[in-house]
């Protein structure tokens, strides 16, 4: 099999030429772009007076012909200013580069472009399914580096059909590439399953259910989920403050209709339902220690005096918790009321409260742990003891500072016009828009969960500045 990614052994001298080979001829030549001038070269470190000699950077670092299977000035962004967003910032991406392969996503230059690349991908899927056990939202990045393993590994293919060659040998041949990106996948995906399948046949034998990731609400098998209930919170709950007393408070707290916003009824008589749920979920105990009372023994009856001192005890005891309770009976109840919701209304449930709550938890002041974590809105609620009339504004403008840079790098690396930049776009994209998608459309959009985002914008922001100036 072809090796994709051991480097040669001996730099090329002077600009590479363009090789004859099918996946880099169909690709068109780049034109010049603020990154082709000054030319692209890594700064190596000079040894200081009185310490020992520093040993120069291996050959595939130092030349730009190493770094790109379309030459120097289709590497990544060459950048003379910040020199560590080439090598430094993409390593930690848990991605895969190549210096010959055709296909890859940018990220490991240093500790992975000396080895195959389907050892690569074998890698990448190994360490992609560590994390996904660890967090099942991690599998959002692995489908991103999985899309664009597909889709940059097919473009020469398309861009060869499209073209239209003299030689028939200029034109790369379909099956050749459709199956080293069917091998790539392939190898990528038989890895991440492979870590996944010990906890899958665990899970199995104990519990005799399919179960290759953990639940979604950490439910034991069998155990009671309230679907009903977060189906009708999806129907109208858009912002991170409607959280907290309506669903991490379930179970332990009384639920109050006067805190549900009105966007949450269409009618007077929907409300009264709800209100009605509300009161059976805040008094569920008490009935059933009502319907338990009914059906106690005679010998209960003969003890009036031990009853009366418990009845006189209970009222002191301050710390015991609310009589709640979320049935399957209140639970489907909800669960009526939010197909009724969706029936009526299924653009503002699939298409609207999906794009408020991104919204929300993007522009939020992402203070979240902070000692003045709060909400900018309504300026008069701000605690000035906390300073939060300081800090919120300064956080929002973070923020905004990030979401204007990170725009910014995008249009500079889509309008450079090189494949490698546009393929690492390509990727940050994904990643970004599947993960904000998903916790977009679930009942709690609490803004801790974009947190992910910021280094992509970090990475991006920085190679706007370093184009403006």
């Not at 519990?207 to 977060?230: D, K, R, T």
């Amino acid at each position: 099999m072809t090796d994709f990614g051991s480097p040669p052994s001996e730099p090329p001298p002077g600009p590479a030429s363009p090789p004859s080979d099918p996946w880099r001829e169909v690709t068109p030549t780049q034109p010049s772009s603020p990154y082709a001038d000054p030319p692209f070269a890594p700064i190596s470190p000079q040894p200081t007076p009185g310490s020992p000699a520093i040993e120069p950077l291996p050959p595939y670092l130092t030349n730009p012909s190493y770094m790109s299977p379309y030459g120097p000035t289709a590497a990544y962004p060459p950048s003379p200013y910040v020199p560590e967003i080439v090598y430094a910032v993409p390593g930690w991406q848990v991605t895969v580069v190549a210096p010959k392969n055709r296909f890859a996503t940018s990220g490991m230059i240093v500790s992975l472009s000396s080895l195959p690349f389907t050892l690569c991908c074998a890698i990448v899927g190994l360490i992609g399914g560590v994390a996904v056990l660890m967090r099942p939202d991690n599998g959002l990045f692995l489908a991103a580096v999985g899309i664009t393993l597909v889709l940059t590994g097919l473009w020469p293919l398309v861009l060869g059909l499209r073209r239209k060659s003299k030689t028939k040998n200029q034109r790369p041949k379909a099956k050749s590439v459709l199956a080293q990106v069917l091998i790539a996948g392939t190898i990528f995906s038989v890895a991440f399953a492979l870590v996944l399948t010990p906890w899958t046949i665990r899970n199995w034998r104990v519990f005799h259910v399919f179960q290759p990731l953990s639940p979604a609400h950490a439910e034991m098998p069998g155990e009671f989920v309230p679907h009903g209930y977060e189906q009708w919170l999806r129907t109208w709950l858009d912002d991170d403050k409607y959280v907290a007393p309506f669903l991490w408070s379930l179970d332990a707290e009384e639920l109050d209709i006067d805190e549900v916003p009105a966007s949450a009824f269409d009618s007077a008589e929907e409300k009264a339902r709800v209100a009605a749920l509300f009161e059976k979920y805040n008094h569920a105990a008490e009935e059933e220690d009502d319907s338990d009372t009914d059906t106690t023994d005679q010998d209960q009856k003969e003890e009036p005096e031990n009853q009366a001192e418990e009845s006189q005890t209970e009222p002191l005891q301050a710390n015991e918790p609310p009589p709640v309770e979320m049935t399957p009976e209140i639970d489907a109840g909800f669960g009526q009321l939010a197909r009724e919701r969706i029936a009526r209304h299924r653009f503002r449930y699939y298409v609207w409260l999906p794009i408020e709550r991104a919204r929300t938890m993007w522009f939020d002041t992402h203070s979240q742990y902070w000692p003045f974590e709060g909400t900018l809105l309504p300026l008069e609620d701000l605690d000035y003891e906390h300073h939060q009339h300081i800090w919120l504004p300064l956080f929002a403008g973070l923020t905004a500072v990030y979401t204007i840079l990170g725009m910014a790098g995008a249009l500079v690396l889509w309008f450079s016009r090189q494949f490698a930049a546009r393929r690492w776009l390509l990727l940050v994209a994904l990643a970004i828009f599947l993960r904000l998608a998903l916790f977009s459309s679930i009942e709690n959009p609490e803004p801790r969960y974009l947190v992910e985002f910021f280094p992509f914008l970090s990475i991006l922001g920085g190679i706007a500045i370093a184009r403006i100036l």
